[in-house]
């Protein structure tokens, strides 16, 4: 973390430019689909000892708070009273009830339903060893100091989940829908696919639909944590969690709320957790193990050396310190947090990160490949020059655009643009979309193909080599070539400077694929530093190439995939984590991703990588902490050096620590390093 923080601090050279190189790639099968991917992972925990995960839902609650400063403040009252005897006995009783109370009822509880190693039972037996033993303040300390754990972990996580309710907001609980006998109020939970909706302006949109009435603008920056708004008239999709702006629109309902847009968000968000990291899952096997071992020992201690030696009162006192260390559930809290303030931090933000196990992988990123259209490009076409063959030019525009109208693709979207009004005149059918190759629609009898030269070559038809570099989009009547339209996209604003930032994130390689034509591939690649280029891909290439690069990668790094989701929902799904830019109106993409970037602002990506760093340093700082303490604090009370006071407070403190650290993630706002440019050739 410190090296992180100085390289922020200090302008950084930039890395020296390499030679773009092309990436040569042998086709692996593709069979032999990633491992570690988080579809194969079962959200299982298969260490849920009642040791580690019994109180997880143990809520922060004022009571509670106010009780357990009072216990605080008794207990300390009472060590430095100067009584004897049973008044000392009843003055450390008193606080020991107070903040122990539940505890007792629960570990009642777990005796009489037999869960020997349950947490509350555990505790409760330390405490009363300890009393047993003559440590009256180490006897309510233990009670004092776990609750007081207890709620400063229940507080941290109610903090973090704050971030998270902010998306709740965005999700409204009341539709206008419109009847047969008018408007009529309801649930928005119970609207179903098909459902007609009044909006008025100033309300959120409640689920995802098309607008069938009425004009307006949506604002999206309370997903987004952007500006970004768009307006929308009859046609146009809405997505639920927008907020419709400027009037009144009419919506056929596209599905219900449940599998609107806001609740998968919310969903992803909440259910992080349940993915947990490769260090979460080890450290709780080590600690359900040691744990375990801990209180075997303990009962050795309290039966059988007190027994044998007859120093029954000074085996109960170290058995108890025993017992106390063998506490692990705040350590596994302490770890998880530092993930749960990452993902909430980073959904604060407009980035859905849909795991613990992501925030690990993303901390170890060493190679990102990206797609090139709608990823480090804008994704918005223009024309820079039409070539026809035989016909004119607006000709050739208004076939492209009427061929084009109903593809996603940003470049038909600019077809259909600079075709004019017209081409929605014309019906074309039988429209065939080939993903990274073009489309090809029956106009009035006749096929026209419109896509790239690879396109052309699939159907034989012989094409003109473009002269104006660019992507070049060729047209053909019926196997007739009639021209080419040659078009450029403009690169993401920030795009030189995201990935310089990501380099200083640890990402050694950056591979650009894409399924444009070399020229234009090569253009952006050279102005981006990229290590490697691949181009005119298919998506199955993509994947291939996300394949290999993922077998060949170094141990114990991941390789991420950054898309818009058009044509690279399978790359999304293949790389160790799936990154969907500007995904904002794409499901797929946002299903397919690991981690969803709603807005379109590309420093979200080594936004994401830092705030991934931030938590898994976070998280092994307190691992280290923990351990360190837990280890000094059994050897010392294992030979009597250390009381079992002094042992509880100084587990409490480490506890303490880690909080406040994992809670530093959660407000951790990366400041963006500086770069030092140089200007590029
Ligand atoms: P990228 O890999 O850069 O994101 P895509 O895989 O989306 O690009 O598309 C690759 C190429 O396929 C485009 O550059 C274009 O030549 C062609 N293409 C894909 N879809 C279409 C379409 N609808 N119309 C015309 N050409 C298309
Ligand atoms: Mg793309």
Redesign the pocket.
């Known amino acids: 973390m410190a090296k992180h923080l100085a390289q922020k601090e200090k302008p950084i050279k930039k890395p020296a430019r390499r030679p773009l190189q092309e990436l040569t790639i042998r086709i692996p099968d593709r069979s032999k689909a990633k491992k570690n991917k988080r579809h194969t992972r079962s959200v299982e925990d298969r260490f849920q000892s009642a040791m580690l995960n019994k109180t997880l839902d143990r809520k922060f609650t004022l009571t509670d708070l106010v009780l357990a400063g009072l216990a605080l403040v008794l207990l300390l009252v009472s060590y430095f009273l100067p009584t004897h005897g049973l008044i000392r006995l009843l003055s450390f009783l008193v606080p020991f009830l107070l903040a122990g109370y539940s505890y007792l009822f629960e570990a009642f509880q777990e005796a009489f339903m037999g869960i020997v190693l349950g947490r509350e039972l555990i505790i409760t037996l330390a405490s009363l060893m300890a009393f047993f033993g003559g440590s009256n303040f180490g006897g309510a300390a233990i009670m004092v100091f776990m609750k007081l754990c207890d709620l400063a972990l229940s507080y941290a996580e109610l903090l973090q989940s704050q971030k998270i309710d902010a998306l709740y907001a965005l999700r409204s609980d009341k539709a206008t829908i419109i009847s047969n006998s008018g408007e009529v109020s309801g649930k928005a939970s119970e609207l179903q696919e098909g459902d007609l909706i009044e909006i008025a302006a100033g309300e959120l949109i409640p689920v995802d639909g098309v607008v069938i009435g009425g004009t307006s603008v949506l604002d999206a920056s309370a997903l987004t944590r952007s500006n970004s708004s768009f307006a929308v008239s009859a046609g146009s999709r809405v997505l639920s969690g927008c907020t419709n702006v400027s009037a009144p629109i009419r919506v056929k309902v596209e599905c219900p709320q449940s599998e609107s847009l806001i609740s998968s968000l919310i969903r992803s968000a909440e259910n992080a957790w349940m993915h947990k990291s490769a260090q979460q899952r080890l450290l709780q096997r080590i600690m359900s193990y040691a744990a375990a071992g801990i209180v075997a020992a303990a009962i050795v201690l309290a039966l059988v050396f007190s027994v044998v030696t007859g120093q029954w009162r000074l085996w109960l006192l170290r058995a108890s310190v025993l017992l106390t260390v063998s506490q692990m559930y705040a350590v596994v809290q302490t770890v998880k947090l530092a993930y749960d303030c990452a993902a909430s931090n980073a959904a604060g933000k407009g980035l859905i990160i849909k795991g613990h196990d992501v925030l690990e992988a993303l901390s170890r990123a060493e190679t990102m490949v990206f797609?090139?259209?709608?990823?480090v490009?804008v994704g918005k076409y223009t024309i820079k020059g039409v070539f026809p063959r035989g016909i004119t030019e607006d000709q050739l525009l208004f076939l492209a655009g009427a061929a084009?109208l109903h593809?996603d693709?940003?470049?038909?979207k600019a077809?259909v643009n600079a075709s004019g009004a017209y081409a929605s005149d014309v019906e074309a059918v039988d429209i065939e979309?080939?993903?990274?190759?073009?489309?090809c629609a029956f106009i009035d009898g006749r096929s026209v193909y419109?896509?790239?030269g690879?396109?052309m070559e699939d159907h034989g038809i012989s094409y003109d080599t473009p002269t104006v570099p660019g992507?070049?989009?060729h047209v053909a009547i019926d196997n007739r070539y009639v021209g080419h339209i040659v078009m450029e996209d403009a690169l993401r604003d920030g795009a030189f400077d995201a990935v310089e930032e990501l380099r200083l994130c640890g990402v050694s390689t950056t591979v650009m694929?894409?399924?444009?034509?070399h020229s234009?591939?090569r253009k952006v690649a050279s102005s981006l530093n990229f290590d490697l280029v691949k181009s005119e891909?298919?998506?199955e290439e993509?994947c291939s190439s996300v394949d290999y690069l993922m077998s060949n990668r170094n141990v114990n790094t991941t390789l991420a995939f950054v898309?818009?989701g058009?044509?690279?929902t399978d790359a999304l799904k293949l790389a160790t984590v799936g990154i969907a830019l500007g995904c904002l109106d794409r499901k797929e993409a946002i299903a397919a991703s690991d981690v969803a970037i709603l807005g379109e602002d590309i420093h979200n990506i080594p936004r994401a990588c830092r705030i991934a760093k931030a938590a898994s340093e976070a998280a092994t700082t307190n691992m280290i902490v923990c351990g360190a303490v837990k280890v000094l604090v059994l050897l010392l009370g294992l030979f009597g050096v250390m009381g079992v006071g002094l042992a509880v407070t100084l587990q409490t403190a480490a506890v303490l620590f880690e909080v406040l650290n994992a809670l530093r993630i959660l407000y951790f706002e990366e400041n963006r390093p500086k770069l030092r440019r140089e200007k590029k050739q």
């Open positions: 797609d090139k259209t709608g990823t490009t084009e593809s693709h940003p470049i038909a077809l979309e080939t993903p990274g190759r073009g489309v419109v896509g790239n690879a396109l992507s070049a989009i694929l894409t399924g444009d034509v234009a591939a891909l298919t998506p993509k898309g818009d058009i044509c690279d």
